[in-house]
Nanobody, 122 residues
């Protein structure tokens, strides 16, 4: 089973940018499709973005399309989420997760990181 560790969260002003990274270890990273999810206080976890094993296919939630970009580096066992034009509504704990095929459903992901906090100040 792959292990995942997120980093890069923090506090940013509205309109700013942050880049999250997720480092994987333990198994062959390129065997897994990867996803990013987020959970805001008092809200359910929601899908943000996903990327296929090779990186040639991506999925985005409508709320982040055009602002966020998911990418991966299989040689470095990392998946990244570049977040631009951030708004206070993007404030949440962000999680990376691993699965076999890209999916919008959190239940399809077997392995999760511990999360990293992103706070967007207005």
């Amino acid at each position: 089973q792959v292990q995942l560790v997120e980093s890069g969260g923090g506090l940013v002003q509205a309109g700013g940018s942050l880049s999250l990274s997720c480092a994987a270890s333990g198994r062959v990273f390129s065997n897994y499709a990867m996803g990013w999810f987020r959970q805001a206080p008092g809200k359910e976890r929601e899908f943000v973005a996903a990327i296929s094993r090779s990186g040639d296919s991506t999925l985005y939630a409508d709320s982040v399309k055009g602002r966020f970009t998911i990418s991966r580096g299989n040689a470095k066992n990392t998946v990244s989420l570049q977040m631009n034009s951030l708004t206070p509504e993007d404030t949440a704990v962000y999680y990376c997760a691993a699965t076999f095929l890209p999916s919008l459903r959190g239940s399809d992901y077997a392995t999760w990181g511990q999360g990293t906090q992103v706070t967007v100040a207005s």
